[in-house]
């Protein structure tokens, strides 16, 4: 069963070969009849981060900084086992690891700078202010 779901995409050209994973089947909780009591419908893959030669060296840093709590001993491990089929689990967790791979790795977002407001529209906004406190003002019935 090696190499049947080839190797998948991380971001651009980088991709994840199935050599480097790690495959653990055991059973799954939850219904399904007498079935789920002797099949291995759950799938764990297991990804070494800390070794691998997949992704580029920048890459690999930001990836074992942000999922630092997600790892045991460098290697990361996603489980799958929502699906009765282990065919569909093993595609669930590829699917899942890669998305996490693809979100540890992405460069951080560049920062934001402070914009002044323009001078023209906190004028308006305290114009507005005072016409609305006016307004309320004269709703007191003082006059009456």
């Known amino acids: 069963m090696g190499g049947m779901l080839g190797p998948h995409v991380i971001r651009g050209s980088v991709l994840l070969p199935e050599a480097e ?38 890459w690999k ?16 491990s996603v489980r799958a086992s929502e699906h ?6 093993r595609e669930m967790a590829m699917v899942r690891l890669a998305s996490l791979l693809a979100e540890a790795t992405a460069p951080p977002p560049k920062p ?12 308006r906004r305290l114009r507005e202010k005072k016409a609305r406190a006016e307004t309320k003002r004269g709703r007191s019935g003082k006059d009456w």
């Open 21 to 58: 994973l790690q495959w653990r089947f055991s059973r799954s909780s939850g219904p399904g009849g007498q079935h789920v009591n002797t099949s291995d419908s759950a799938a764990e893959v297991l990804f070494d981060l800390a070794a691998t030669k997949a992704l580029p060296e920048v």
């Open 112 to 123: 934001r700078r402070a914009t002044k407001i323009p001078r023209g529209i906190n004028e």
């Open 84 to 89: 009765r089929s282990q065919w569909r689990n």
């Open 61 to 76: 840093q930001r990836a074992l900084e942000r999922l630092a709590g997600r790892l045991v001993g460098g290697v990361l």
